[in-house]
């Protein structure tokens, strides 16, 4: 490979290690690497004023320029920027005189997805992925897919409990073909359709990370792609709840986020009620509830006034 | 934004060129003729990188290119992927060559501060979208080649699938080497559709010859003739700049 010196030392990056901004002059302090991807690696910082902030760096100027700029373009949406916020954007110069573009954006902690659900049960799946669709629909609103969609590139952050994307590397204008995908997620691969940027692309992606949760070590396509997605779906007992939602967007059947969403709020809301019912069904029998007292106390009355007549 | 043409030669292969030209020279032929030259290097399941394989990341310098070497596995992505940074590579090249001549010798956008490097990429990626492409694909199918040809066919049934969701449109043609009589053998002529590959690739090649240089020699040829004649129609129709040189 052309470039595997120079990723020696932007994809090691020890603890410790001062990065100071070729432009700006802002130093960063590396705690730590959060993750390493196709086009760069990301680190937690810390700022001069104290702050952690995520910064990432890469050895490819084109990918990462085009990431900065869909970062800036999301910081316009209304209602709301989807996605992590852009702080700065600077080169740093190592010590070899060689220059790496980076950016710093927010730090978003929380919990991976997978390990959140099996502490916390598939009841959440759909609250969480209700929730990333409304974020979801921010970007589409704007013209964009996130396009590499996957069970890496989100988090699960706290207070208030809710799903994020963190990676935009993939996200592409609508009507261009999506620049970064990873195989499992990708429609195309499974012959489900093009690589062409459309609200429908994003959705097949969040029904595979439900898929990649249930199948942690995913599985390769056969000969018919498609079916054998879906034979794998309806395997999968412990997304029972969800199959139809799934397999629709697995379909594309939803033009848009806002339709997936309603149906995860519907089943979410159906399935708490199932709950209470079956909870109510196992209270306390030695306990009477106020309907049943008022009932016994109308029969008893009505008996009352029979019996006086 | 319409732009003009760009040209790339996907050499696919597993080894080193044991017959005829040198290779890198003639990629650095091909290079000059404004043709890109980039080489996907296959691993075999327990190889490590070999030293057979230097020899392909010199093709892929001298003709101006990108270069991967990779396992079967990942083959699909690979081939996207090194098409596309080609595309974004040449076309960045020439964008440095317009800044040069605006604001001086030194000046390329890596050099720029990134606001500015952020709108010239900008339209960088734009160019890259919106281009027409011509990619003429060299797969190697000498006997060493055997258990990987199903998955070089995949590959490119599967990079069809990436460039024809860009807006600007494509043509590839497929030659295998060594050819029966000749260097190459035609698999698929220019098209801008893969499907048919499904029911057309070759066959392996017995022997172990593989005749690099004048594999892609040939290949110049067969580019010369589709260029030229749609370079002609192009102009016939629009002034539109080709970055074709």
């Known amino acids: 490979m052309l470039s595997q010196k120079k990723q020696i030392s932007v994809f090691n990056l020890p603890i410790g290690t001062q990065l100071v901004g070729k432009w700006n002059n802002h130093r960063y302090l590396v705690q730590g690497m959060l993750g390493k991807g196709a086009i760069g690696a990301v680190y937690l910082v810390k700022r001069t004023d104290g702050h952690l902030v995520a910064l990432k760096i890469s050895d490819q100027m084109a990918a990462i320029s085009s990431e900065i700029n869909v970062l800036k373009k999301l ?66 609103h704007a013209g964009f897919v996130l396009g590499d969609l996957k069970l890496e590139n989100v988090i699960v952050a706290k207070n208030p409990t809710r ?23 990708d429609r195309g691969y499974w012959k489900c359709g093009d690589r062409k940027a459309e609200p429908k692309y994003d959705l097949f992606s969040l029904a595979m990370i439900a898929l990649n949760y249930v199948y942690p070590k995913q599985f390769k396509k056969t000969n018919q792609p498609k079916q054998y997605l879906l034979m794998k779906l309806k395997q999968s007992n412990l997304l029972k709840p969800y199959h139809v939602i799934l397999q629709g967007a697995l379909l594309g059947q939803y033009q848009k986020c806002s339709e997936m969403k309603r149906d995860f709020q519907k089943t979410s809301l159906s399935r708490i009620n199932k709950n209470r019912v079956s909870m109510m069904s196992q209270s306390d029998p030695s306990e009477p509830s106020w309907l049943e007292i008022i009932i016994f106390s109308s029969i008893s009355l009505i008996l009352f006034v029979f019996a006086t007549l | 934004m319409k732009t003009g043409r760009l040209k790339q030669i996907l050499l696919i292969t597993d080894g080193c060129s044991n017959q005829g030209e040198d290779p890198r020279l003639v990629a650095n032929i091909i290079r000059e003729q404004g043709i890109t030259v980039n080489v996907i290097g296959v691993l075999d399941q327990n190889e490590t990188e070999s030293d057979s394989l230097v020899e392909v990341e010199e093709i892929a310098s001298a003709g101006g290119g990108v270069c991967q070497i990779v396992y079967p596995q990942i083959l699909s992505q690979t081939v996207q992927a090194v098409t596309k940074q080609a595309m974004t590579q040449t076309l960045q090249g020439v964008v440095n060559q317009e800044l040069r001549q605006i604001l001086g010798e030194e000046q390329t ?8 490097r952020g ?3 900008e339209v960088v990626e734009d160019m890259t979208e919106t281009c027409d492409m011509e990619l003429l694909v060299l797969v190697d199918t000498s006997a060493s080649m055997q258990k990987k040809l199903m998955t070089v066919k995949e590959a490119l049934i599967d990079l069809s699938i990436s460039m024809n969701s860009r807006i600007g449109d494509n043509k590839f043609a497929i030659y295998s080497f060594p050819g029966k009589k000749k260097a190459i053998d035609k698999v698929l002529d220019w098209s801008a559709k893969l499907n048919k590959l499904e029911t057309v690739f070759p066959k392996l090649t017995s022997g172990g010859i593989t005749p690099t240089g004048p594999a892609l020699k040939e290949a110049l040829h067969l580019f010369g003739q589709s260029g030229l004649l749609r370079s002609l129609r192009k102009n016939a129709e629009s002034e539109e700049a080709d970055f074709s040189f």
């Open chain 1, 75 to 140: 910081a316009k949406v209304q209602g709301g920027s989807p996605g992590p916020s852009l702080f700065e954007v600077d080169d740093w110069t190592n010590a070899q005189g060689e220059s790496y573009p980076f950016y710093t954006m927010e730090y978003i902690q929380g919990e991976r997805l997978d390990h959140f659900l099996k502490r916390n049960g598939i009841d959440w799946l759909g609250v969480l992925f209700s929730q990333l669709l409304t974020e979801l629909e921010q970007l589409h």
């Open chain 1, 163 to 185: 799903l994020r994307f963190i990676d935009v590397g993939g996200v592409t204008m609508f009507g261009r073909s999506v620049k970064e995908y990873t195989e499992f997620y």
């Open chain 2, 109 to 116: 956008i890596e050099e720029l501060p990134p606001d500015k």
């Open chain 2, 119 to 121: 709108e010239v990429m």
